[in-house]
């Protein structure tokens, strides 16, 4: 054999040699890679996915929890006895002052339970109520007020006192007078017997 033939011979087994070296790096390489990928799956399938935890509870609104009941004299005329006197009832009032003032009297406005009379006249409105930094309290009814009247000095009298009376029992340190308005405007009187131009205390 001559030596260019020894030589070829000689290079072809180094080259096959190289290639198997490289298939077997690259079968092994193949292997590893598929083993760690099957472990990987496999403690994918062990760990426990962890769990949103609940909401939280939204915090109620203080503004939308009603406030608990709270006892209200109004004062009515018990038709026995013929006077004004006070009838207790349960209202959940409003916190803030003049709100609570309007809830008041719309519930004296409103309230005829058995056995009383109501010396407001039927129909009649609060259409606003304010108080002013003097402690005056305005009172604008509607025009019911005047025009359902019965008329007569006494059930003037007994109408005015049971609204003053309910109001200072209701806020004794808040209000220290009260001015009654008809539809927005200053009256002088209901129905031609109480001056009712200036603001009202309690009658003696």
Same mark, same amino acid.
């Given at each position: 054999?001559?030596?260019?033939?020894?030589?070829?011979?000689?290079?072809?087994?180094?080259?096959?040699?190289?290639?198997? =070296?490289?298939?077997? %790096?690259?079968?092994?390489?193949?292997?590893?890679?598929?083993?760690?990928?099957?472990?990987?799956?496999?403690?994918?399938?062990?760990? =426990?996915?962890?769990?949103?935890?609940?909401?939280?509870?939204?915090?109620?609104?203080?503004?939308? %929890?009603?406030?608990?009941?709270?006892?209200?004299?109004?004062?009515?005329?018990?038709?026995?006895?013929?006077?004004?006197?006070?009838?207790?009832?349960?209202?959940?009032?409003?916190?803030?002052?003049?709100?609570?003032?309007?809830? %008041?009297?719309?519930?004296?406005?409103?309230?005829?339970?058995?056995?009383?009379?109501?010396?407001?006249?039927?129909?009649? =409105?609060?259409?606003?109520?304010?108080?002013?930094?003097?402690?005056?309290?305005?009172?604008?009814?509607?025009?019911?007020?005047?025009?359902?009247?019965?008329?007569?000095?006494?059930?003037?009298?007994?109408?005015?006192?049971?609204?003053?009376?309910?109001?200072?029992?209701?806020?004794?340190?808040? %209000?220290?007078?009260?001015?009654?308005?008809?539809?927005?405007?200053?009256?002088?009187?209901?129905?031609?017997?109480?001056?009712?131009?200036?603001?009202?205390?309690?009658?003696?």
């Amino acid at each position: 054999m001559s030596d260019t033939q020894e030589a070829v011979k000689h290079n072809s087994s180094a080259g096959f040699s190289r290639l198997l =070296v490289i298939w077997g %790096i690259t079968l092994v390489l193949v292997a590893v890679g598929l083993g760690a990928t099957l472990y990987l799956i496999e403690k994918s399938k062990q760990s =426990v996915v962890p769990t949103a935890p609940p909401p939280l509870p939204i915090a109620a609104n203080p503004s939308d %929890i009603p406030p608990p009941p709270q006892e209200v004299n109004l004062f009515l005329l018990n038709t026995t006895a013929l006077t004004l006197v006070p009838v207790k009832t349960e209202r959940r009032l409003h916190a803030e002052l003049t709100k609570r003032l309007s809830q %008041i009297v719309t519930a004296l406005i409103q309230e005829t339970p058995p056995n009383f009379r109501n010396t407001i006249p039927r129909g009649t =409105v609060l259409n606003e109520a304010y108080i002013d930094s003097q402690q005056t309290a305005y009172l604008d009814f509607s025009s019911h007020l005047t025009d359902g009247h019965i008329g007569g000095t006494t059930a003037e009298l007994l109408t005015i006192t049971a609204i003053l009376k309910t109001v200072f029992d209701a806020f004794p340190d808040e %209000i220290e007078q009260v001015q009654i308005l008809v539809d927005g405007e200053e009256v002088k009187t209901l129905v031609g017997h109480l001056n009712l131009s200036q603001p009202l205390h309690l009658f003696e």
